[in-house]
């Protein structure tokens, strides 16, 4: 089981709040990703779970029992480092026996479930190897490792795959997605990285400044983002924003348009807009233009579209995939 | 060519390094070259070639007892640097992993005391020492040699704890480790090479240290620095015992060390090269 419920958490380094004041329901099994920009509070959240950091008021409970005041190790988690955090004296079999001796298994119980773990996380053959000698991408199968073997009810990753070459990050995500899948465990997943957030989450927690600014599955932040904050944080490349006129013209203070969302044509469109740069990958184009009356704007084109820098283009946004946001930057419902 | 430059450069460099090397050696080589000498060969003059007599060697043991004073070296050194151990491990612990807004201010204070003259305070503490009956005394002395090293062996120690990442013990903590377990099996294992060379070190301070040592003995707690001092006697010089007692005062330390040079430069150049 690994329910977890924040009720009116609060946390405050003296003067500094960092969460002004946060509930969330994670149910047992899901894969939960906290994602916000650097200093949003999402990794004080994540150690708040933990209990790596107090509470300055409100309650954490795990599967309905209040845990706010327990120490890290009588919560039943387990925790994934950015750093690994391994430990460099103890083997790669120590390191994951670490948490079943302190649990006080029997020597047998622990060697079988250290090579359990290696089994499933490809380290057989390093088992007694220090970290010091491992690669980035082992020394984080480690650490999973250490956190799989103690069976705990749920998983906390701390940007775990922040210190790996992007090559390694896609493959991990896979891993780690997979795991998910196979244990079916709960897992809060801490990134500042959108993509590993929408790849991953079954629930995604946007955070800002110590506030959920919205929370919800990949799609549902996609199509239907609650502010102007969410809109431009999820989505790559990001969602075009829109002031002025064009925006006044659907009564919005800010519209947004997706890059997708915006037809391109080399012959008769909405706008008329020239081409700054046009990123070819070869199954898409990403155009960067300058729009007459609207400004820069971000076009996802087909990979024939053919068209280069100084060149004309006009554009039509899907009007059914146009998103209208107020005064206050909260999302105006379909008029 | 320009590899024959850097060849010939490299000679010169090599050459100049030797002749610093030995310039800085040579004291302590005609020491050992002057206390195989007869006592007449030594006040002769300048001879690196001795007779090979070991008859000082055998007059200072008669005289005044090598071993007492080695005793009381080993004694002194190694129990006020484990007292310092004791008291600094804790100190830098705290400091390196829970510090305060006044932590760097603790620490400049402590260093601060090493930059008195010693010569300054002297007096009052010989007076406190004569008073309470520790003058001569080796409890007196260890005390004694502990308070000074202590400032660099807590200081030592704080730059290694602070190089154990704060992680590493968070982890321990989420893998259901005690505060003890962590001790016994996270932090102290971690922390083992960064004590023992500062233990290492301390202990050549201490048992190098003479100023106090010799102002607050008199027989029964001497070291060896009061052991060669009394060779400088009343009764005049006697350069080749007193060669031979010196020889005999920096061997243990000097075999110490040798044995120990790579825990030893890497406690001295911690933190300087990260």
Redesign the interface.
Known sequence: MGQIALRNVNKSFGATIIIPNINLDIEDGEFVVFVGPSGCGKSTLLRLI???EDTTSGTIQIDGRDVTNE???KRK???V???Y?????MTVAKNIA??L???GESPEVIDRKVKDAARVLNLTNYLERRPGQLSGGQRQRVAIG?AIV?QPSAFLFDEPLSNLDAALRGTMRLEISELHNQLKTTMIYVTHDQVEAMTMADKIVVLNAGNVEQVGSPLELYNRPKNLFVAGFIGSPKMNLIEGAPAARHGARTIGIRPEHLNASKASGEWKARVGVAEHLGSDTFLHVHADGVGPLTVRAGGEIGLDHGQDVYLTPDLSKLHRFGDDGQAMLAA | MARAVTTQHKTIVTAAAWIVALLIFFPILYTIITSFKSEQEAIQGFNLIPSGTTESYAEVQAQSGYFHFFLNSVILSVGSTILALIIAIPAAWSMAFSPTRRTKDVLMWMLSTKMMPAVAVLFPIYLIFRDTGLLDSRIGLMIMLMLINLPIVVWMLYTYFREI?G??L?????????LW?EII??LT??AVPGIASTMLLNIILAWNEAFWTIRLTTTEAAPLTAFISSFSSPQGLFWAKLSAASTLAIAPILIMGWFSQKQLVRGLTFGAVK
């Open positions: 933990a209990g790596l120490a890290p190790a988690l387990a925790m480092f950015q750093s955090a391994l430990y460099p004296h670490f948490p001796k302190m649990a250490r103690r | 990442p992680e590493i968070e982890a321990a903590r989420m893998d259901g480790a005690s377990n099996y996270v294992p971690m």
